[in-house]
């Protein structure tokens, strides 16, 4: 059983271009979450999605961030018009339900670069 | 407002010691903490979760407590070895609504052998 996947491992980006981060969740799990860990800061929470809607965005930007988790394929994390303070690791965690005694299992992170 | 705090000075033992790291919080009442461990370039892994009507949780060389009154989370390691450096991660989630813990920045532990 494949472990969350996300692609690309590592993104370089010019300032004002887009970012385009994938998180493929485990088998059987519907739940996913996205986070941003910034050098020596701890993980903040962006945005949890189920299949087809977004739950929780209170940690997301509310500018140049979007997210969607479609009925197929990966869930995307998009940031248009870059900047350098994107610069950040992010990572995508993904449940089998939404519940206290329920762990999310994480996948190895996007580490973007904005140059 | 909410305040998560982990020591942020790495933390160095002797393998075979008992590595105990602290985790409090303020302004806050969580209906569940969790540890995860974090290696350099990787993604956190779930360790172990406690929940607030438990005083005190075990897996393997793994112990946590969870002092409610104190507002802290004890995280133990014992007979620690040179593979369990890395970064831990506290993590308390308020119950209601979206189960989200949020995550503080983090103790690195760090075993000579």
């Known amino acids: 059983n494949a472990g969350v996947m996300q692609n690309p491992r590592h993104l370089v980006r010019r300032r004002g271009q887009e970012a385009r981060l994938r998180c493929s969740p485990m088998?059987?799990?519907?739940?996913v979450y996205w986070y941003r860990q910034l050098p020596e800061e701890g993980l903040k929470f962006m945005v949890y999605l189920q299949k087809e809607n977004i739950i929780d965005e209170s940690g997301m930007p509310k500018e140049r961030f979007s997210a969607e988790f479609p009925k197929e394929g990966p869930s995307i994390l998009r940031i248009q018009q870059v900047v350098r303070g994107d610069s950040a690791a992010y990572f995508c965690?993904?449940?089998?339900?939404?519940?206290?005694?329920?762990?999310?299992?994480f996948g190895p992170g996007t580490r973007l670069l904005v140059l | 407002s909410q305040k998560i705090e982990q020591n942020s000075e790495a933390l160095n033992i002797q393998e075979g010691k008992t590595a105990t790291l602290t985790c409090n919080y303020t302004n806050y009442s969580p209906a569940y903490l969790q540890w995860y461990r974090q290696d350099p370039g990787r993604g956190p892994v779930f360790l172990l979760l406690?929940?607030?009507?438990?005083k005190e949780k075990r897996k393997e060389r793994l112990k946590v407590t969870f002092d409610t009154t104190l507002k802290q989370s004890l995280f133990h390691i014992t007979a620690s070895q040179p593979a369990d450096s890395a970064t831990y991660l506290c993590?308390?989630?308020?119950?209601?609504?979206?189960?989200?813990?949020?995550f503080g920045r983090g103790t690195s532990l760090i075993v000579h052998p």
């Open positions: 406690i929940r607030e009507n438990e």
């Open positions: 088998k059987g799990h519907s739940h």
């Open positions: 965690a993904s449940s089998p339900r939404n519940a206290p005694q329920e762990t999310q299992y």
């Open positions: 993590a308390p989630g308020e119950g209601g609504g979206s189960y989200i813990p949020t």
